[in-house]
């Protein structure tokens, strides 16, 4: 069984490095939207290429476990977290590159002033990405629950924005398009901030053997 538990401190490394990969996809999405700065988003949106083939590659090497080792109890449950993990984490980085299109399209358009609460979300998002990567790693309860209560902090900051935007459309309408992109990307980081919930309640599951996803 010392074998499984190498490939298992080799899988938690990888699972590090690719919310790494993402946290920086992330944070630079927001930076180029903040600076206007198309070249710097649209290099993002090619960086995700390299998140999607470590996804892949993730996938392939857990299921090589499950296969070789055919794990049981605790080394069973902490793979099959890691395959959803490692979904989640995919997805964080499509997000991250949905919100640099929109930046790169941002870039080209008439300026307009990005409201603040956007950056405040990111920062708090990045927070909850490396706390809930964290939680799974320590199989920290603490650490995990932190996460989950950023979440609903994250929502009211989205929901505000909703307000925000409506404003902003009545006093520059010629700008509607612009200003719906910027909805956009606050709806990214709330879905962003919904997979990094997800990741704490499979640590839940590591710890508890239930499955708590959906409210359950």
Not at 170 to 192: H, K, N
Request: with cysteine; proline share 2%.
């Amino acid at each position: 069984m010392l074998h499984i538990h190498r490939e298992i401190e080799d899988l938690k490394r990888r699972i590090v490095l690719e919310a790494t990969m993402a946290e920086d996809n992330l944070r630079d999405s927001i930076r180029a939207l903040m600076n206007r700065d198309a070249e710097l988003a649209l290099e993002i949106v090619d960086k995700d290429k390299a998140l999607d083939e470590q996804e892949v590659e993730f996938e392939e090497e857990c299921l090589k476990i499950l296969a070789l080792y055919q794990p049981v109890a605790v080394d069973l449950r902490y793979i099959v977290a890691f395959l959803k993990v490692n979904n989640d984490i995919e997805r964080i980085g499509d997000l991250a590159s949905n919100i640099a299109r929109g930046a790169a399209s941002l870039a080209v358009k008439e300026e307009l002033a990005i409201p603040a609460d956007i950056p405040v979300m990111s920062e708090m998002v990045q927070k909850m990405l490396k706390k809930s990567i964290e939680a799974l790693i320590d199989l920290d309860h603490k650490k995990s629950q932190k996460v989950q209560n950023m979440d609903d902090k994250v929502d009211e900051l989205h929901h505000s924005m909703y307000k925000i935007v409506g404003q902003r459309i009545q006093e520059y309408p010629d700008l509607v398009d612009s200003w719906m992109e910027v909805l956009g990307t606050s709806r990214y980081l709330e879905r962003i901030a919904d997979h990094c919930t997800n990741i704490c309640e499979d640590v839940e599951y590591m710890l508890s053997g239930q499955i708590i996803r959906h409210g359950n």
